[in-house]
């Protein structure tokens, strides 16, 4: 059987596997079993999910699983992922499941699941559900099958907890903000939140009909939230992405600005503030180089990670650290959340806004990124691609040639069947020259 877990849960294309009804329900069955036996007395599990379409299917697979073997669900609807985070904890769940599959298209769907801390699973443990899938587990008695629950004040309760992150002392009246909600779980809460702390908001994105989702919008897409900015002349621009749990800025001349210089921003003032834990922050290793010159221009430390945002949360449990990201977008911040968020880095950013009276062009302008080149090569099922011997011998010539002033990244995405191919070097020619002879030998080798 395929390796159901990647980057960040369980991800594909709806009714094909390892995302069809029928394996949701045998997931669901899985992780009741296991998290059924943490402790004695009732069993809960809170279940969020986004906009997709297929979204209704996979919640009454699981909430079928789940019940099954005992665990009483909490059915919050359409609610950013962090939300879930937040809610499994607060609630004292057991368990928090998001149904999303992110940034990617609307045919798309997956699953993320939370511990009762509220934190993402680890490797170790979803390889213990895994087994348990393949498997098969025993169902519970019938007189002890689970219930299920619509819980209504959900957002109510995100909705609160995002605005207690934001000086209280603080308004944001006098300031038009652009937010781009992907047509996904954030389309209410986002602009509630920012017209409740006093922003005159203009809405984009907020109109989803299932199949919408992240259609030419919201952080892999920012361009209508840009024009956007520009013709309303507003002073930000918020884009999320289709779970709300990552982030780009625009600033007022409709310049985007990635996660990269939105961490900029906050490690220099959290660490002259002295509120940077360990006088550093995480990233992954798909940070810009010119962020991690920035840092220690200012006497902060760069942490590096694996790619996704989970491995950048487990850096930051094990070294005590409390600001992290990704330049996709993924800002968490441990103070406050316990997984990327997006709506609330856009607030930290807000505020900082009005406390430094400074534009966003100017906060979002931290450093000159290293320049940098990413092209991706899909790949088909059973492919593996980065063990050709020609993709080998490219790779380590590409390496060779940008040595000292630049680096290569090649990694496998864990979440699409795509070899990501990614370099930096201040001699962009050369850098091309790099990227593409890798990208080359790739297309070769799956084409073969």
Sequence with gaps: MTKLFGTDGVRGQANQY?????????????????????????????????????????????????????????????????????????????????????HNPATDNGIKFFGPDGFKLSDQVEAEIEALVANGVDLNPADQIGRAKRIDDGRFRYVERVKSSFPRQMRLDGLKVVVDCANGAAYRVAPETLWELGAEVV????????????????????????????????????????????????????????????????????????????????????????????????????????????????????????LGGEQSGHIVMTDHATTGDGLMAGLQFLAELVRSGKKASELLNNFDPVPQLLMNVRFSAGQVPLDDVHVQAAIAQAEADLAGKGRLLIRKSGTEPLVRVMAEHEDAALMARAVNSVVDAVTQAVQI
């Design 203 to 322: 809405e984009v994105g907020v109109k989803p009909n299932g199949h919408n989702i992240n259609q030419n919008c919201g952080s892999t897409h920012p361009e209508m939230a840009a024009a956007a900015v520009v013709s309303h002349g507003a002073d930000l621009g918020i884009c999320l992405d289709g779970d709300a749990d990552r982030v780009i800025l625009i600033d007022e001349t409709g310049k985007v600005g990635d996660g990269d210089q939105f961490m900029a921003l906050m490690g220099a003032r959290w660490a002259a503030e002295g509120r940077l834990a360990n006088n550093a922050l995480v990233a992954t290793v798909m940070s810009n180089l010119g962020l991690e010159h920035f840092l220690q221009g200012h006497g902060v430390n760069l942490e590096r990670t694996s790619v996704g945002d989970r491995y950048v949360v487990e850096r930051m449990r094990e070294g005590g650290f409390n």
């Design 18 to 102: 390892p995302m069809t009804a029928e394996n949701a329900l045998r997931i669901g069955a899985a992780v009741g079993r296991y998290f059924g036996q943490s402790r004695s007395g009732v069993h809960r599990v809170v279940i969020g999910k986004d906009t997709r379409l297929s979204g209704y299917m996979f919640e009454s697979a699981l909430t079928a699983g789940l019940t099954s073997t005992g665990m009483n669900v909490l059915l919050l609807g359409p609610v950013p992922t962090p939300a879930v985070g937040l809610l499994t904890r607060s609630m004292r769940a057991d368990l928090g499941v998001m149904i999303s599959a992110s």
